[in-house]
């Protein structure tokens, strides 16, 4: 057992814990564990900062199915978790809460997970990919380059490999969600190698991929609809509760970091600052400043987009500043957060409209009286959109997609500022008194007017100058020599230019009012 001293007490680890994929998503310090054929137990003791220690058994599944043909190898499921086994207890509220403390980890084994969406087009017509295109190219990739096949109904909608896996948003966007590494350079090696590995046999099929944060000409309409049964679901319910739900799910692309906690405290720590400088991360990757051929008046239509998808899901989330926040206060959150689904026997059963509180309680009414397993929990938590969202660890959502530096980039301010202690705690005491109003106004400005956002005496560029500085120190202490990693972004709090700005200056420009050019100034 590994001891992870936390403020109040320890939070004890099992070296072996069991940590089930979630969702397409690849965590750091996750282990995938799709060849596990029956139920594994693993025993978490956890100190939360309010009570004494108690053990909780933590009940993981995954019955993932595999055939062989050949030498390729069919991942018979795309489901974030396998078909779970019946319930036979009901689900404790500290079974929850030892779910999201089971992330916690000695510093020597935090990773670095990255994640990055794009789109493909015909490099003829600048037409969104259709489905069969999407299905070739993976084929393409996986029998060039040793990827096994991840199916859903005989289709192919993913491919794994090793920790890496690839997968498909709703509209088709491209999704590489990476291993977890210990170094940025191991991180921009991920992502030159995928890269390669798409343009190899993209090129041939006469498809390009584009590194913006939302899809500059075409209309939603235009976009094809990946054969995924949860994203059927998700697109049902999405007009019921906000405008913009099916443009986030259609016409988006991001880039994220998702990094690792030492401990409850810890966790709280990174957190708070994660959300309260989320606004400058999407600052500096802002992205997405067309729509349908035109300016959309935003300098990150991603970013806007999410402030009118779901409001039950979304946001600042402003009870991570309260004193009494915990992983218990996360989980109390998340219960009350409406579901999408529940997967069993390899379908997906809309259970919108009930809520995850519901159904421990045994009172779905698609499912009466069933019970939930952790991995109906586990398949819950990546439903919900915060700009920072907690699994097993802490997720950076505020970023748009853009070429491959800035993929680089996003994971490099994230790590120089939370993964050294001198650097995190600076953030806490520079943003200490910044109150729930200004996070939220920066939330809500800084996708319209990006670093020139106005925050007390001055703007936004001028607290981005001292955060980055922050940021390249902390890569510095961290001794890997990973500063250059920052210089995509370094030129941009320089000049207080946005990329999406200097794209509106080409469009105004150069480029004749036509977005057609970025197709070639973003292509990776």
């Known amino acids: 057992m590994a001891l992870v001293s936390q403020a109040g007490g320890t939070c004890s680890v099992p070296s072996g814990a069991v940590c089930s994929k979630t969702g397409n998503k690849a965590g750091p310090g996750s282990v995938r564990n799709l060849e596990m054929s029956k139920m594994k137990e693993t025993y978490v003791s956890f100190c939360s900062r309010s009570k004494s220690s108690e053990k909780m058994l933590l009940r993981s599944n995954d019955n993932g199915k595999r055939s062989k043909r050949g030498r390729q190898v069919i991942v018979a499921t795309s489901a974030p978790t396998e078909d779970a086994a019946v319930a ?17 980890k000695p510093k020597e084994k935090w990773r670095i997970g990255t994640e990055h969406e794009k789109f493909g087009f015909e490099v003829n017509t600048l037409r969104p990919m259709k489905y069969e295109q999407i299905a070739e190219l993976l084929n393409g990739i996986a029998e060039r380059f040793d990827w096994e096949k991840v199916l859903e109904n005989d289709k192919i909608i993913g491919l794994k490999q090793g920790k890496q896996s690839i997968s498909l948003e709703p509209g088709g966007q491209f999704e590489l969600s990476g291993a977890p590494l210990e170094t940025l350079h191991q991180t921009c090696a991920e992502v030159n190698s995928h890269l390669y590995q798409v343009k190899a046999v993209a090129e041939e099929m006469g498809i390009g991929f584009l590194g913006i944060g939302f899809q500059p000409k075409w209309a939603r309409e235009d976009i094809p609809i990946m054969p995924k049964g949860r994203y059927d679901i998700m697109r049902n319910y999405m007009p019921k509760v906000g405008s913009l739900g099916l443009d986030m799910m259609l016409r988006t692309c991001t880039v994220q970091v998702n990094l690792d906690f030492y401990s409850e405290a810890d966790m709280i720590r990174k957190f708070r600052a994660g959300l309260a400088l989320q606004p400058i991360a999407t600052a ?134 939370l993964y050294d202690e001198e650097s995190l705690q600076s953030v806490l005491d520079m943003t200490a008194d ?28 001028h ?62």
């Not at 509106?504 to 970025?518: F, I, N, T």
Request: glycine letters at 8%.
């Open 434 to 461: 910044w109150t729930p109003e200004e996070r939220e106004m920066l939330r809500k400005k800084v996708p319209v007017t990006g670093l020139k956002t106005p925050f007390r005496d001055g703007r936004l560029k």
């Open 284 to 417: 500096l990757f802002a992205n997405s400043p067309f729509t349908e051929g035109k300016p959309n008046g935003f300098l990150s239509m991603r970013s806007h987009i999410w402030t009118d998808t779901d409001k039950d899901r979304t946001g600042m989330l402003p009870f991570v500043f309260d004193n009494s926040f915990g992983f218990e206060q996360y989980v109390d959150y998340a219960l009350d957060v409406p579901m999408y689904f529940v997967y069993r026997n390899k379908k997906y059963i809309d259970c919108t409209g009930s809520t995850f509180r519901d159904f421990v309680a045994g009172k779905l009414p698609r499912l009466p009286g069933e019970l939930p397993t952790l991995n109906d929990w586990e398949n819950h938590l990546t439903t919900i959109f915060p700009e920072v969202r907690l699994k097993r660890y802490l997720e950076m959502r505020g970023a748009d997609g853009g070429p491959w530096r800035r993929l680089c980039a996003l994971p490099a301010l994230w790590v120089g500022l």
């Open 463 to 524: 607290v981005t100058e001292d955060v980055l500085k922050l940021a390249k120190d902390g890569l510095e202490r961290r001794g890997y020599k990973e500063t250059g990693f920052l210089n995509a972004v370094a030129e941009v709090v320089q000049t207080g230019i946005t990329p999406a700005e200097k794209l509106l200056e080409l469009y105004h420009g150069e480029w004749g009012q036509s977005v057609d050019p970025v197709f070639k100034e973003l292509l990776y």
């Open 88 to 104: 036979t207890e009901p689900l404790t509220k500290e079974d929850l809460i030892g779910y999201l403390a089971s992330g916690c």
